[in-house]
Nanobody, 132 residues
Framework: QLQLVESGGGLVQPGGSLRLSCAASGFTLDRFTLGWFRQAPGKEREAVLCISSTDGATYYADSLVGRVTISRDNAKNTMYLQINRLKPEDTGVYYC?????????????????????????WGQGTQVTVSS
């Protein structure tokens, strides 16, 4: 059974940083296209970033460019999302997701997948609250 479990959320002051974790079981992370998404209160879920398993092409949401990085620990089968310079508008539930179907090379395919949120496996989410 494919499963993703997020952790690391919490209350953070504006300007602070946070690292979210996404642990996978039932599959190997580096063989999947991976994504992070978030849903703010009263809003639709939106893409944060997605990274292609084919060539590592990475799509970043405009509002987070320069403030987020993705990393992976293959030994732990876990990926991480580091968010810096947090803002109140970053508040929301953060989800990780995985898609096993291989993508063509390049940025456009992973961007398209990310914006469509067409991933087969999703975690349950972790709450991030940015407030003073």
């Amino acid at each position: 059974q494919l499963q993703l479990v997020e952790s690391g959320g919490g209350l953070v002051q504006p300007g602070g940083s946070l690292r979210l974790s996404c642990a996978a079981s039932g599959f190997t992370l580096d063989r999947f296209t991976l994504g992070w998404f978030r849903q703010a209160p009263g809003k639709e879920r939106e893409a944060v970033l997605c990274i292609s398993s084919t060539d590592g092409a990475t799509y970043y949401a405009d509002s987070l460019v320069g403030r987020v990085t993705i990393s992976r620990d293959n030994a732990k089968n876990t990926m991480y999302l580091q968010i810096n310079r947090l803002k109140p508008e970053d508040t929301g539930v953060y989800y990780c997701a995985g898609e096993k179907a291989p993508l063509p090379r390049g940025l456009l395919p992973v961007q398209r997948l990310c914006l469509r949120q067409d991933f087969e496996t999703w975690g349950q989410g972790t709450q991030v609250t940015v407030s003073s």
